[in-house]
C-alpha cells in the first residue's frame, strides 16, 4: 500500500470469497465469530457486505443485510488497526448504509460506539450480555430432538415470531451449517423452543435460544450444552429477559462483554420474551 489517504478509498460489494478477511478481523477484535458463517450470511442478501479498499488491499469492511422491505441489519464495522482515525470507516458506513434504503436498521453496537451510533439516528432498544464459560454436564431431555428437514418450515414460522423479520434463507442454511447442531422442543405438535450450536474461532456458540417459557429455555439449552460435552461455549442474551440471565447464571457462565441493540426506527412487533439467546451479533 503506497498511500492510506482518505480519497484513495474504493468502497465496493464483496463477496464470499471476501469473507475470511471479513471474519478474520471480527475474530481479531474478539467477537468469536463462527466458522462457518459466511454462507448463511449471504445466501440472506448477497449484496450486504461491503469493503473498502487502498491500492486493492481491504482496509475496512460492513454488511447491511436487507430481510424483506421494512428491516435491514447492520453488522461487522470494521476498520483495520493500524488504519483507524482516517475517515475510512465513515465512508464505508456512508456507501454502505444507502443498501438499506428506508428501511428500519437494527444492530448490536460495542460499547465504544455507541455515541457514533446515536448520533446517526440510532435509538437504544436493549443491553445485550454475553455470557461465556463452560457448558454443564447434562443430559438431553425426552422431549428435545435434532431439527430434521420435515421441521424446518415450523422452525422457520417460530423464528419468524421471535424477530423484527422472516428469514427464511437465512435459516435454511442455518440450520444444517457445517458442526451446526440444531434442536427443537415439540409439544404435540406446536415448536415450543429451538436453539442453534455452532463452532466459532474461540468458543462454541449458542444462538439462537428461543423458547416459550423458561422451562422450555432450560430443555433446549440442556440439549445444546449435552453438545458441547464441557467445552466452552459463549451465550448472547438481551438484558431485558431476567429469565434468559438467570439460566446463563446458574448453568455457571459469566457476563465477559456487552452491546447494545439499537434501531432506527420502529420495527414490527416480535415476542421478545422469548428471546433467551440472540442468533448472531452480525446479522440479528
Known amino acids: 500500500m503506497t498511500s492510506a489517504a482518505l480519497e484513495d478509498l474504493v468502497v465496493t460489494q464483496a ?3 471476501d469473507w475470511p478477511v471479513i471474519g478474520g478481523w471480527a475474530a481479531d477484535e474478539g467477537w468469536n465469530p463462527g466458522t462457518a458463517d459466511g ?4 445466501a440472506q442478501d448477497p449484496e450486504g457486505f461491503f469493503l473498502g479498499r487502498i491500492d486493492g488491499e481491504p482496509v475496512s469492511a460492513i454488511s447491511v443485510v436487507n430481510y424483506g422491505a421494512d428491516y435491514a441489519f447492520l453488522g461487522c464495522y470494521l476498520v483495520r488497526p493500524d488504519l483507524r482515525g482516517r475517515g475510512h470507516g465513515l465512508t464505508t458506513w456512508k456507501t454502505a448504509l444507502a443498501h438499506a434504503g428506508t428501511r428500519t436498521i437494527g444492530l448490536d453496537g460495542v460499547v465504544a460506539q455507541q455515541d457514533n451510533y446515536r448520533r446517526s439516528g440510532f435509538e437504544l432498544a436493549h ?6 464459560g463452560t457448558a454443564p454436564v447434562t443430559d438431553v431431555p425426552a422431549d428435545v430432538r435434532a431439527v430434521r428437514p420435515a421441521d424446518h418450515a415450523d422452525v422457520t414460522a417460530y423464528d ?5 423479520a422472516d428469514r427464511p434463507r437465512f435459516l435454511a442454511h442455518w440450520l444444517t451449517g457445517p458442526g451446526h447442531h440444531a434442536v427443537v422442543r415439540r409439544t404435540g405438535d ?3 423452543g429451538y436453539g442453534v450450536l455452532r463452532p466459532a474461532h474461540d468458543s462454541l456458540r449458542i444462538g439462537p435460544l428461543f423458547a416459550d417459557t423458561p422451562e422450555d429455555a432450560q430443555a433446549v439449552f440442556a440439549a445444546l450444552a449435552a453438545e458441547a460435552a464441557g467445552r466452552e461455549v459463549a451465550l448472547d442474551v438481551p438484558a431485558t429477559n431476567a429469565a434468559g440471565i438467570a439460566l446463563a447464571e446458574r448453568s455457571g457462565l459469566r457476563p465477559s462483554f456487552e452491546t447494545a441493540r439499537m434501531y432506527t426506527g420502529p420495527v414490527r412487533p416480535y415476542a421478545r420474551e422469548r428471546v433467551y439467546g440472540v442468533t448472531t451479533l452480525e446479522l440479528g
Open 190 to 192: 406446536r415448536v415450543t
Open 127 to 132: 443491553r445485550t450480555v454475553r455470557f461465556t
Open 39 to 42: 454462507p448463511a450470511f449471504f
Open 160 to 164: 419468524g415470531v421471535c424477530g423484527p
Open 15 to 17: 463477496g464470499p470469497d
